[in-house]
């Protein structure tokens, strides 16, 4: 028995904002007549902008607010960027909708219409992302790519005012936000390997309450849930967290699935590549995950931690 009001833990930030409603008005769709209210919520990762986050804890820094309100009972489920959840729920909590993917892709935003290729010599690109970083120093090392933290608006300000030359961003949050004329050129995904879920969106609640299981699953979407738990599963079986240099895409077509995957040094110096296809996300990310393994992907990893 589902009590209402449903109360949705979200971040305040205006693209974490968007995806909370977009999350309340597919569901007022599929189950009307239920109320449902927003908790808006500012977590650490929100609080702490003057250090990369790989230094301060990763990307899950970004939910675990949202985690103790749901513990608390002070909310039902929780809103997420299924890129910012790591790749091991805590004991306790469960994703029972994976869905609503955006573009996956990375995107260049450039302050005078440059793309990549032609970007000059030692220009400035702000980029949160060691895996974004890692990929472009591979293909343009006399760049000098610079941490740069907040959200969207943020970091478009910083851009603007001509702090950057350049930023590495998510398409998926430029299209949400309205904000994809910003964008100077779509990375392929050859260039960029997205981060694992990237664009998709993932409801979390506790795992022992069925029947709000129950009442969230009609907006689970099988496809989107395959390939995301496939890019998941390489974050898992190489214990790398949400900030390691490490990107993950999988792809679907009539249930046959396609993963790939890339691993590098920060300063793309090394840069490993799998691949794999087949129907079973699991299987899949653990052939990934061995390919890897046997290129050197797990000491790579050990000398950044």
Request: with cysteine.
């Amino acid at each position: 028995m589902i009590e209402p009001p449903i109360i949705i833990a979200t971040r305040r930030s205006k693209l974490a904002l968007w995806q909370a409603e977009f999350v309340k008005n597919a569901l007022e769709k599929v189950r009307p007549g239920v109320e449902m209210k927003l908790l808006a919520m500012t977590t650490s990762g929100d609080k702490w902008l003057n250090a990369p986050l790989a230094e301060i804890g990763g990307k899950g820094l970004f939910i675990k607010e949202l985690e103790a309100a749901l513990l608390a009972g002070e909310a039902k489920i929780a809103v997420h960027s299924m890129k910012d959840i790591p790749a091991v729920l805590p004991d306790g909590f469960s994703l029972p909708v994976i869905a609503f993917r955006e573009d996956p892709r990375d995107v260049l935003v450039s302050r005078n219409g440059e793309k990549l290729s032609e970007l000059p010599t030692g220009a400035r690109i702000g980029s949160s992302s060691l895996r974004r970083q890692s990929q472009v120093y591979a293909i343009r090392r006399d760049l000098d790519i610079c941490p740069v933290r907040g959200n969207v608006n943020t970091r478009l300000s910083k851009l603007d005012s001509g702090e950057y030359d350049a930023l590495l961003l998510a398409s998926a949050g430029l299209k949400r936000l309205q904000l994809a004329a910003r964008v100077t050129e779509y990375l392929d995904t050859n260039i960029c390997l997205p981060a694992g879920g990237q664009g998709a969106l993932g409801i979390e609640c506790l795992a022992n309450d069925e029947a709000l299981i129950e009442f969230l699953s009609p907006l689970d979407d099988a496809d989107v849930r395959a390939c995301v738990e496939a890019e998941r599963g390489v974050s898992a079986g190489l214990e790398a967290d949400c900030s390691a240099p490490l990107g993950a895409h999988a792809t679907i077509v009539d249930g046959w699935i396609t993963l790939r995957a890339v691993l590098a040094t920060p300063d793309g110096s090394e840069i490993l590549r799998a691949a794999a296809s087949g129907t079973q996300p699991d299987a899949l990310a653990r052939d990934v995950v061995a390919d890897l393994a046997g290129q050197g992907g797990l000491e790579l990893l050990q000398s950044l931690r």
